[in-house]
């Protein structure tokens, strides 16, 4: 399974962007599809999660601003991203849970630079 991320770029604060992350290959079953970010300097941290039927959880940081879903037929997972802040700025990676007979395994996407001037 590969994770392609996209979407990601320069934008002003108070802007919004829409990142995408389609998973490719030999696909059996996708559980939670999520995205997380990594500051300079910091741990990568979760910002967002959704299972197979639509569930979502989210950081506290980015609650009300940040809106993540998913197409099951196409095998891809977005990140609507509004009312941005400079604190925002990280490298965000998409992530997805695969079930195989049984065997559950994690695949991260390469990452896309989000940069959130102020």
């Known amino acids: 399974v590969q994770l392609q991320a996209s979407g990601g770029g320069l934008v002003q604060a108070g802007g919004s962007l829409r990142l995408s992350c389609a998973a490719s290959g030999t696909i059996f079953s996708l559980l939670a599809m999520g995205w997380y970010r990594q500051a300079p300097g910091k741990q990568r941290e979760l910002v967002a999660v959704i299972d197979r039927g639509g569930n979502t959880n989210y950081a506290d940081s980015v609650k009300g601003r940040f809106t993540i879903s998913r197409d099951n037929a196409e095998n891809t997972v977005y990140l609507q991203m509004n009312s941005l802040k400079p604190e925002d700025t990280a490298v965000y990676y998409c992530?997805?849970?695969?079930?195989?007979?049984?065997?559950?395994?994690?695949?991260w996407g390469q990452g896309t630079q989000v940069t959130v001037s102020s």
């Open positions: 992530k997805a849970d695969h079930l195989r007979s049984g065997l559950r395994r994690e695949y």
